[in-house]
């Protein structure tokens, strides 16, 4: 009976090493996973960082000049204008274009179709778990939001309370010297601007993986310090002129 009792559990026993040993593998599916995640964090990142540093000037070009022209706008026009004047401008081009389109295959008897065919059979629903999950991942950084403002403004630390209090009596001064769009203005400039300049002007046997024995090598430059000193102030003096 034993014997019989042993044969019987020993295809259990071998079932559950074999779901053992495959558990391994199963795990070793979610670690694949992960690096496909760190890849479109990092191709998003490095997508970032290519605009930042003018790897495709076309690309780049078009996204700092769309983006200043629209805050120079707010800052000359109100809101409702500039969303105005940005929904004419793209109504004039695409009637004009359908308009011209229609004429041309009117004159030469064609059959082409909608020119806006293809653009427009193209689906751009957003499904519910997708919305979803974009729900759930802004009330996580809501939520961190809401703790932090309940934090600060019920002195839950009184050095970090005291800490915001600082920063906004110092930020009354920036205010009123300049407005938020400007600010917007000055931050662009610097983005699209400091970092090629860095890239260029920096000396590449100073960098910070070189260090010698007693510390670390200074990557910047004299010359470099003159150019961002001199770069700095003709921003500002744009700003404030």
Known sequence: MAELSAATQSPSVS??????SSAPGGGGGSPGACPALGA????SSCAVHDLIFWRDVK????VFGTTLIMLLSLA???VISVVSYLILALLSVTISFRVYKS???AVQ???EGHPFKAYLDVDITLSSEAFHNYVNAAMVHINKALKLIIRLFLVEDLVDSL??????????YVGAVFNGITLLILAELLIFSVPVVYEKYKDPSKSPWN????????TWTPEMQQLLKHHLIVIMLLLVL
């Not at 690309?59 to 078009?62: A, L, M, S």
């Open 40 to 43: 479109k964090s990092c191709g």
């Open 109 to 111: 008897k064609s059959e």
């Open 59 to 62: 690309k780049t070009g078009f």
């Open 76 to 78: 000359a026009f109100s």
């Open 163 to 172: 800490k915001l209090a600082v920063f906004m009596w110092l930020m009354t």
């Open 211 to 218: 260090r010698k024995e007693k510390g670390r090598i200074s």
């Open 15 to 20: 079932s559950s090493s074999g779901a053992e």
């Open 103 to 105: 004429v041309i295959q």
